[in-house]
């Protein structure tokens, strides 16, 4: 189906909502300015290892929403586990990126996809990632719309504070997303203590199977070094300057 440069009566949106702030809003605005002639699908991908606050943040922006938020699941991985899948694919994270990316999201949506007809993607790319947004496009989806080309991830916080919802837990704890606790996308020493710190049975868990498959996950003083291996002192950049971001299409960015 050839599309043109913007939606038009009829067609199908879908907005990828990744249990963040970014992504509520880019439904919300998609909604508000879309939703009298499109056809609106606002999907989750569910992972086990999220924190399960982000259960009630999904039923609050579904109020919000006044929309039902509908899941996509890869139906090797039902449980929607990164631990099965590492487990199964006897890799974590390195080169070829990390297969619970491929596995429980973009699998989950090409699945998705396949039962549902698409002519536009939205996800929750602020403006300040207009050059993520510009790659996305050209790399994954050529019909995306850049609904928050002009709205920034703290205004995001603002909205969804404004509307009387309560943001997940996640960033209450001082993490960077709302994403898995214990993300192996991360190599930064200071995300890496900060999981130790506040979730330890956690930092255990990824330290043991990562020590159990061989993966070095963390970067301490220009190597790759295994988590049992980091000092509880060590520190990179602050989190709030980290540069990794775990959305629906979860991409690697270097990390200090």
Partial sequence: MELGKVPVAGDTIVVWFSCGAASAVAAKKTIEKYGHMCKIHV????????????????KDVER????????????KYKACSII????????????????????????????????????????GFTKEEKG????????????????????SKGECFE???????????????GYPNANCIGCVKATSPTYWNHVRKVHPEVFKERADQSAEI???????????????????????RPMKDMKFECGIFCENKKAS
């Fill in 64 to 75: 919000w929403l006044n929309i039902k938020i509908e899941q996509a699941v890869n139906s």
């Fill in 43 to 58: 999907v989750n991908n569910y992972v086990k290892e999220e924190d399960s606050d982000n259960v009630r943040f999904l």
């Fill in 84 to 123: 099965e899948v590492f487990d199964d694919r006897r890799y974590m994270s390195g080169i070829e990126g990390a297969p619970c990316t491929m596995e429980l999201k973009k699998k989950a949506r090409y699945e998705w996809e396949i039962k549902n007809r698409v002519d536009w993607t939205v996800l």
């Fill in 132 to 151: 993520r947004f510009n790659k996305f496009r050209i790399n994954e989806r050529p019909a995306s719309i850049h609904v928050l080309e002009n709205i």
């Fill in 214 to 236: 061989g993966v070095k996950l963390v970067r301490h003083k220009g190597d790759r070094i295994l988590l049992n291996d980091l000092p509880p002192n060590a520190k990179g």
């Fill in 159 to 173: 909205i969804i504070t404004n509307a009387g919802i309560k943001l997940p837990d996640m960033y209450l704890l």
